[in-house]
Nanobody, 117 residues
Framework: QVQLVESGGGLVQAGGSLRLSCAAS????????MGWYRRAPERRREEVAT????????YYLDSIEGRFTISRDNTKNTLYLEMNNLKPEDTAVYYC??????????WGQGTQVTVSS
């Protein structure tokens, strides 16, 4: 099964930017849907942004729309999440996910994003 490794998290001040990366162990063109999720302390996991293998963005969480951008580089088998104008409420562990039709979703180990006020 595909393995996913996230990177790019860290500590940033409010208004700052980070770019998360998710490197897949195989050709991401063979993965129907990839996306980013996050879990803040004492909150349920929520979907942040999702896109198809064809490059179509199918979902953005309302609270991040206009600030975050999901993208992918098929030549590097990597999914990205560009995060701008970060807010303290964006603090969470961010996870990459990959789903093939009819199969269970595969998750990365997560990367911590902390936004200070």
């Amino acid at each position: 099964q595909v393995q996913l490794v996230e990177s790019g998290g860290g500590l940033v001040q409010a208004g700052g930017s980070l770019r998360l990366s998710c490197a897949a162990s195989e050709n991401i063109l063979n993965i129907n849907v990839m996306g980013w999720y996050r879990r803040a302390p004492e909150r349920r996991r929520e979907e942040v942004a999702t896109m198809t293998s064809g490059g179509k963005v199918v979902y953005y969480l309302d609270s991040i729309e206009g600030r975050f951008t999901i993208s992918r580089d098929n030549t590097k088998n990597t999914l990205y999440l560009e995060m701008n104008n970060l807010k303290p409420e964006d603090t969470a562990v961010y996870y990459c996910a990959a789903t093939r039709t009819g199969e269970r979703t595969i998750w990365g180990q997560g990367t911590q994003v902390t936004v200070s006020s």
